[in-house]
């Protein structure tokens, strides 16, 4: 299916787990994203990548890892899960700076 | 430190009504905004995207105002439909940021029959 995936959609993991949530797309986009939304906030940007093996920092990074050894896909690794990772994850790609951002339908993770 | 307020925070219409959500924002030096609807349980999507030089922009029944003298942008929704219950989220870019992008907290729009 063509579009930008997410997986899995729902979550529950313990404190001190590692987990990992994916995102594909077929867009052949350069750049991808990865937020998360939280009650009260607006969409805060994790991570970002703006081309395969190019990965870079956003607002909120501690605690999570990300990769891109392939265009299409990104996954968010949570290396020791805590409860402040609670949260609904969303990916994004897009083209290039500027252009609109596709959003995927979300991972609701919840950390016990 | 770039921001995003939008008013109000929550709101209730009737079908075949039309509203108007605001937006400020500081985020400077000004590229571009965007309004985003998000349908409860999905991702969000693009409704407009507005560079300095556009004041109105239109999508079917949502119009999308900026003045970036004011930094204020509004989004119209005309002749409501239970459809158009959702966030809306305002989203503004500034020149060198890249993709960066800084989020509104959305305005959550209930439309009753």
């Known amino acids: 299916d063509a579009g930008i995936t997410q997986s899995p959609r729902y979550k529950i993991t313990e404190t001190g787990r590692q987990v990992t949530l994916m995102c594909h797309q077929t867009w052949s986009h350069s750049y991808m994203f990865w937020y998360r939304q939280d009650l009260g906030h607006g969409l805060r940007l994790i991570y970002y990548?703006?081309?395969?093996?190019?990965?870079d920092k956003g607002e909120v990074p501690d605690g999570y890892v990300v990769s891109r050894s392939k265009t299409e896909n990104f996954p968010l690794t949570l290396e020791s899960a805590t409860r402040s990772q609670t949260s609904v994850y969303f990916c994004?790609?897009?083209?290039?700076?500027?252009?609109?951002?596709?959003f995927g339908p979300g991972t609701r993770l919840t950390v016990t | 430190k770039n921001q995003v307020e939008q008013s109000p925070q929550s709101l209730i219409i009737l079908e075949g009504k039309n509203c108007t959500l605001q937006c400020n924002y500081t985020v400077s030096p000004f590229s571009n905004l965007r309004w985003y609807k998000q349908d409860t349980g999905r991702g969000p999507v693009s409704l407009t995207i507005?560079?300095?030089?556009?004041n109105t922009k239109s999508n079917g029944r949502y119009t999308a105002t900026l003045d970036a003298d004011t930094k204020q942008s509004s989004l119209h929704i005309t002749a409501s439909q239970l459809s158009d219950s959702a966030s809306y989220i305002c989203?503004?870019?500034?020149?060198?940021?890249?993709?960066?992008?800084?989020f509104g907290t959305g305005t959550q729009l209930k439309v009753e029959l």
């Open positions: 989203v503004v870019s500034a020149t060198g940021g890249g993709n960066k992008l800084t």
């Open positions: 507005m560079t300095f030089s556009e």
């Open positions: 990548s703006a081309a395969a093996d190019i990965t």
């Open positions: 994004a790609s897009n083209p290039g700076a500027n252009y609109e951002q596709y």
